[in-house]
């Protein structure tokens, strides 16, 4: 959705491994509506609408013809960041270094494909019973695809596979689900609460007149559908492993903070006096860093530089070290960074000291510290898709590929980019900006779940609890005809659960 010329210096996604916003909008490639075009001009244009994956699926094709598109197809998903997988073929997969493969069940088996291409290859497989995909997950499949879910032209004996029995396969494993089978933007809906992580489409977006519009309109639905069970999914996680997050953050929000972490089982600690940094870097999952507390800017910087050196002795050398540290993701709020030419310096100097996992403000601090960044180029290249762009996707963008941090801009809808993509999460409530600490809150909850998956998916998924969480709290603040301290009170117990 984000044109591509900032992707091709960053080449990151090569044998990186599966993503889970990689299935979103997983596009499966078919040359019988080519209708003039070549499948590199197709694929392209559903790259620069949003597709988040790519799988070449040409039967008809073989030997010399197969390889060369393939080889032209996965030099064009490495300038957008998306993986390429190759169907069927392992060997082909291994040969152009394809990101992965998506075998069926009478293709090779995922253990075997999994030994030839490596650990950090995507092997997707095709389940449509329960059995089969538990069998598929023990093998070590990294995700699956599932369906007929509406039937599908390009498979003539592909019967439509009741919905209910789809979210059964779904519930039955621990890896990702993907539905698949005759998924278009007319239907796609129908799978909402179907618990899959993405859909792959084949005809729903290649015999689409304009594939970019279609495919842009895809992914809008895609994300809205799938982020509710990476959120539930997420949350368990938090429950589970208990992250501790350490909150540097301004005095009139620390209870808030403190109180929202505990509602969803992380552990907080409000330590902000410099010379105990390095001791909580040890043992914190994550930093959250608050620039409204401009008397702990000390504190934060030895904070986030604590978490970096404790690594670097652990681990000896700078490639490791960036590796790790995405482990322990810090997260930076730009409080006042929009009015206050100080506090936007101070937080650029940390931002390019510590280099976060996140940055989160709303729109007008996002777009400030967009603006006024001194690093890397602009996103001209957004031209190609205007359309879509607003200033504030524009901002997210534009703010992550400068600092490689996940950028969130929350507001009455809140963007999320990773520079490559941009999630929209719509909801909550305008009661949210008539208590104080919301925004703060959200900061200290994303760094809970970003450390337990630090990805943009991750931080829309938060986004996502948090305006969910809202809007239960407003429906009980009317029912107990309160006013804006019982919606404060009912924000708490809707995040940790206690209302239904």
Not at 54 to 63: A, M
Not at 87 to 110: F, P, R, S
Not at 139 to 149: E, F
Not at 305 to 324: D, F, I, P, Y
Request: net charge negative; charged share 25%.
């Amino acid at each position: 959705m984000v044109g591509k010329s900032e992707t091709v210096s960053r080449n990151w996604r090569k044998k990186m491994g599966l993503k889970l916003e990689d299935l979103v909008l997983y596009a499966v490639t078919d040359t019988s509506w080519l209708r003039g075009q070549t499948l590199v001009q197709q694929v392209e244009a559903a790259l620069r609408g949003g597709v988040t994956m790519v799988q070449l699926r040409e039967k008809e094709l073989k030997g010399e013809a197969l390889e060369r598109e393939a080889e032209e197809i996965l030099a064009l998903c490495r300038q957008y960041g998306v993986p390429l997988l190759i169907n069927d073929d392992v060997m082909l997969a291994k040969k152009i270094g394809a990101d992965g493969v998506h075998v069926g069940q009478d293709d090779m088996a995922a253990s075997e494909a999994r030994t030839i291409l490596g650990p950090d290859a995507i092997v997707g497989v095709t389940a449509r019973t329960v059995e089969q995909a538990k069998a598929a997950e023990e093998a070590g499949a990294d995700y699956l695809g599932s369906g007929a879910v509406f039937g599908t032209s390009t498979k003539k004996d592909a019967k439509p596979m009741d919905h209910a029995f789809f979210q059964k396969i779904c519930e039955s494993v621990s890896i990702p689900v993907v539905a698949i089978g005759g998924i278009t933007a007319d239907n796609i809906r129908q799978l909402k609460g179907r618990k899959m992580s993405g859909f792959a489409i084949v005809s729903g977006i290649f015999a689409a007149q304009d594939i970019e519009a279609q495919a842009h309109k895809l992914w809008k639905e895609a994300q809205e559908l799938c982020l509710p069970g990476q959120d539930r999914r997420l949350r368990a996680q938090v429950e589970k492993r208990r992250p501790i997050v350490q909150c540097i953050t301004n005095i009139v929000t620390v209870n808030d903070c403190a109180n929202a972490l505990l509602a969803i089982d992380a552990s907080p600690t409000m330590a902000h006096h410099p010379g105990e940094m390095a001791d909580f870097a040890a043992v914190s999952d994550a930093l959250v860093c608050n620039m409204g507390a401009t008397e702990s800017l000390e504190a934060m910087m030895a904070a986030g530089l604590a978490s970096q050196e404790s690594l670097v002795s652990v681990n000896g050398n700078q490639q490791e070290r960036n590796t790790k540290t995405k482990s322990r993701p810090i997260v930076i709020d730009p409080v006042g960074c929009a009015s206050s030419s100080f506090r936007r310096g101070k937080c650029l100097e940390l931002i390019n000291a510590v280099h976060p996992a996140c940055i989160r403000g709303n729109a007008a601090e996002i777009r400030a510290l967009a603006m006024d960044h001194d690093t890397g180029k602009g996103v001209d290249d957004l031209e190609s898709t205007g359309s879509y762009i607003s200033d504030n996707v524009r901002a997210v963008v534009e703010l992550s590929r400068k600092t490689g941090a996940v950028v969130v801009a929350s507001g009455e809808t809140d963007y999320i980019s990773d520079g490559i993509r941009v999630f929209e999460v719509r909801g909550g409530t305008s009661w949210m900006s008539r208590v104080t600490g919301t925004g703060c809150m959200l900061s200290s909850l994303l760094g809970a779940f970003l450390a337990i998956e630090n990805s943009a998916l991750s931080a829309a998924a938060c986004c996502a609890m948090m305006k969910a969480a809202a809007e239960q709290a407003l429906e009980e603040t009317i029912r107990r005809q309160g006013g804006t301290g019982t919606f404060h009170i009912c924000l708490i117990d809707s995040l940790s659960g206690r209302i239904r």
